[in-house]
């Protein structure tokens, strides 16, 4: 059976970095890895839209995530935490694990924060002027932790929007962009983004295993006099390293040759051609699902890199994911948490093609079908072609 | 030009690996992947020796070895650290970085510790008995950290016999064996290890971004009771995944696919004969060395996962190590900080065959009669082969 993975992470893998992974592996200090990661950096930056360093961690993005915590934040620092899904949850779970006080900002699945409660908070707070402090006194708010796109919702978050608001408070603005890097368009730069957190197997097409983060000049002030506890993800030390093309400890060698190969994919074709390819797809995915009057769960806030759907009344959402994988080998995403069986997601970031959509939609017609949900078939299919 | 890799990690990759690796990724949260996951965990039980779970990181090793630390102690607590080589001090950096006090075993790089010496500290501070406390008043020592083979000066420590000393008392004995594990023996249980901390790049023969963690009862203990900040690396967090087959976080899908077709060599082949081939092969190369007429940097205390070796008298160790690589595309490793430029070391583990050692020799041979090295050209080569 041929298999299509649509799932929101690992997303497919295309044949030239499979290839270049094979290759027989070299060893890391030589100036032969050492080119290969000057060029990677330089991709990668290119691909954040940023002129600063981009540290790169072997880990999944969820340790990123947490150097990230450890290297801006000491003890007794306070922090703002978008919570709107399961990964902004991530936010919290790490500020709690390291003794960092913070407030959450709730929002309800399935919708985006909006920025002026962010506003509201720091002003309160005395982050930004006026200086109004409400209820007891608080230290002033160190960072502001958001998700750009929430995969367990499909939903996005006005990235640019909070980034006008926090760019003159002393707070800096770290965003998980796990989910967006490479499948939506990001400014980590001209957007005022300090921390911009990254994973190798969603949009940048290669498996997990690595994990980005990019500084800003105020996100490394806060890094140099950071007192949380580090060491793997010493963001010094591995700036230190990058700036000499090398990396602290033994690096996935060869996640970081594939990453090479994948990133010459966004130069060949453009990274705008890249992203508009996926907007097109994801716009494709969404009028299929109307058309099978099937409702998208994040209609108001949606992300063009992953599309939430409510699984209709009557239908096991489990049973819909689990026939299209195991029956006709396409693997579409189910709901997390509190969404597992009510939703379900269908990827459109990497290395995700037309093709494989259309037979993403068709399958999904048939299993729907075969389930008792009533529609015309055909109609899904035809409405993703006619969009694009 | 075809290239020979002989360093201590990463090692060569097989061929069967590089190509199960570079198959079209899989989603990592399926019965398919739960099917490998659960084979991986079952078959480095038997590479680690141990009955108790593996925990499986998506990191190197460094990152492994930080999750040890953070995972069993708490603020107050106190270690014993052998510092015999860089990775050594790696322990120590790793408490400092936490605020754990320690007491270092400083052992001239070279030589292995004297488990004796372990002996007397943990007396001394009422960990062993009889309770006698030796200046002023210290908490008891709760954990011993070492290195098996200490890559930086190719050393071998007794385990076996700390084992037998660590045993009796409170304190949990945790050993680094990233270049050990599937290279030269190892008995987790039977030795008394209660962590025993390895990585993918080395023995185990795949490309560098896993580590490992096997984890005794008294280990254990320790994590539930550990007050350190931990997140990624929470030992709790991957002991519970593990358990149903899983992982807490996106694990590096296809290195653990590559891994699980590694292990399969260990269970083809047979650990010991792995084992013994490894140890033939590193008689050979010291037997080669003798012959040339080369000093082991090692001599009382040699490893035979990686064999070290003094650069002679007037060669420059740098060019030595440089030329072999760049111009006969053999790559061995120099030496790590005050070593630099007067070891060279020579790796005798995973993939490396007697052939590899051959061309290996026979370079080294060519470049330092180049370099003005006065030998009788072919003696180590042949010194080799008669080992064999």
């Known amino acids: 059976m041929k298999n299509y993975l649509l799932t929101p992470g690992p997303t ?39 002129k600063n360093n981009v540290l790169i961690f072997s880990s ?11 290297n801006l934040l ?48 720091l002003t309160e707070k005395g ?83 690595l994990s980005f983060v990019s500084l800003s000049q105020k996100a490394l002030e806060m890094v140099s006099s950071s007192k949380l506890p580090k060491y793997y993800f010493s963001f010094s030390a591995h700036k230190k390293s990058i700036e000499k093309d090398d990396t602290p400890y033994t690096p996935a060698v060869n996640l970081i040759i594939g990453l090479n190969e994948a990133l010459k994919v966004f130069k060949k074709d453009g990274l705008e051609n890249v992203l508009s390819k996926h907007k097109k797809n994801a716009q494709g995915v969404r009028n299929a699902m ?42 579409i995403a189910g709901g997390q948490a509190q969404l597992k069986g009510k939703i379900f997601r269908i990827a459109t970031m990497g290395h995700i093609t037309p093709s494989d959509l259309k037979v993403c939609i068709d399958t999904l017609e048939t299993v729907l079908s075969d389930m008792g949900y009533k529609f015309e078939k055909g109609v899904g299919v035809k409405a993703f072609e006619k969009t694009l």
């Open 290 to 331: 109307k058309a099978l009057k099937l409702e998208l769960f994040a209609p108001d806030a949606y992300s063009d890199a992953v599309t939430a759907v409510k699984v209709p009344e009557g239908i096991d959402g489990g049973k819909l994911v689990k026939t299209m994988r195991d029956k006709y080998g396409v693997a």
């Open 127 to 209: 982050t930004l002027p006026p200086q109004k402090l409400a209820g007891p006194p608080m230290a002033e708010i160190k960072a502001v932790f958001t998700t750009l796109c929430e995969t367990s919702t499909g939903v996005s978050i006005d990235i640019e929007a909070i980034g006008k608001i926090v760019k003159p408070s002393n707070a800096v603005l770290v965003v998980d962009a796990i989910s967006a890097l490479g499948a939506v368009p990001i400014k980590t730069d001209e957007w005022g983004i300090d921390v911009c957190v990254a994973g190798s197997q969603k949009g940048l097409m290669i498996p997990p295993g």
């Open 12 to 50: 497919p893998v295309p044949k030239e970095v499979l290839d270049a992974m094979a290759r027989p592996i070299i060893h890391h200090r030589t100036p032969q890895f050492q080119t290969i990661l000057k060029e990677v950096e330089a991709d990668l930056k290119h691909v954040f839209q940023t």
């Open 60 to 70: 999944s993005g969820t340790g990123a995530m947490e150097g990230t915590v450890t």
């Open 74 to 121: 000491s003890p007794g620092d306070k922090a703002i935490v978008v919570r709107a899904g399961k990964f902004g949850e991530r936010w919290g779970e790490l500020c709690d694990a390291y003794g960092i006080e913070f407030i959450p900002i709730d929002v309800e699945w399935g919708k985006a924060v909006d920025p002026e409660v962010i506003k509201k908070i």
